[in-house]
């Protein structure tokens, strides 16, 4: 068996209890190979979206983009990347934060991986098409504001479902579907032979890489109840 069971509220008090402590409960069944392969690729997939730009066809827009602003495509580099950074510093706690409190019918977490895989492949489509320094900012910005969305959820999941005395060796593997996901997005980004493929073969992959873990495995779902209450000072301190 490779994962935890998942009860589906009906509408009846005692299901929606036992579902919410199942979504909330420490996890104590051990995942499989199945599961962890499958969420440690779409894991990976993200990290092509953000590499496969940062090491290659965000640095070759630059050089195209800059000759004529004033500003040297170093230093375009910078600015694009630097906006993406503070995008991504608020992005991922604040979505962590809200798929913590998700009640859809498909779980907490799988809403936030699907939309933004799709949301990251989409932007990064529009990166594909930027015109000059702003289209490129805004459309890394947004890169980082949808794959952000997928990388809290993914990351979310491990503690939702792997106990405690398996987290390091699944934590092992996404951390290597990560180093792969880097020199995978690099690749793809190179091999493509342009910067418009470069950004279609790595929003392709972006997007085909969760299917695989958000159409096999059925994610916790979080009875509306249950769903903690939000706090902005509880999410800028960190506790909720």
């Known amino acids: 068996m490779t994962t935890t069971g998942s009860s589906v509220d009906d509408g009846n008090p005692a299901s929606a209890t036992a579902t919410s402590e199942l979504a909330l409960a420490e996890p104590v069944e051990r995942v499989g190979r199945g599961w962890t392969s499958t969420l440690s690729l779409a894991n990976g997939a993200i990290w092509v979206g953000w590499y496969g730009p940062l090491q290659i066809l965000l640095a070759s827009q630059a050089k195209d983009f800059a000759p004529g602003t004033g500003m040297s495509k170093e230093t375009m580099l910078a600015w694009v990347t630097g906006a993406g950074a503070l995008v991504s510093l608020v992005a991922n706690p604040l979505f962590g934060a809200l798929s913590d409190r998700t ?40 890169v980082q504001l949808t794959l952000n969305a997928a990388f ?9 479902r792997v106990p405690r005395l398996q987290r390091g060796s699944v934590g092992g593997w996404l951390g290597a579907a990560q180093i792969l996901g880097v020199v995978g997005g690099t690749g793809l980004a190179t091999a493509a032979g342009g910067i418009g493929a470069g950004y279609v073969a790595c929003a392709v992959f972006t997007a085909v890489g969760v299917l695989p873990y958000v159409l096999r495995y059925k994610d916790l779902q979080l009875p509306p109840a249950a769903r903690p209450v939000w706090s902005w000072p509880g999410f800028v301190r960190g506790s909720g």
């Not at 933004?116 to 489509?125: D, E, V």
Request: aromatic share 8%.
């Open 152 to 160: 809290a959820a993914i990351t979310a999941a491990v503690p939702d």
């Open 103 to 142: 009640t859809a019918r498909w779980g907490r977490r799988t809403p936030w991986i699907v939309g933004g895989a799709a949301g990251g492949a989409l932007s990064l489509l529009l990166l594909a098409g930027a015109g000059g320094v702003w289209t490129m900012a805004a459309g890394w910005c947004l």
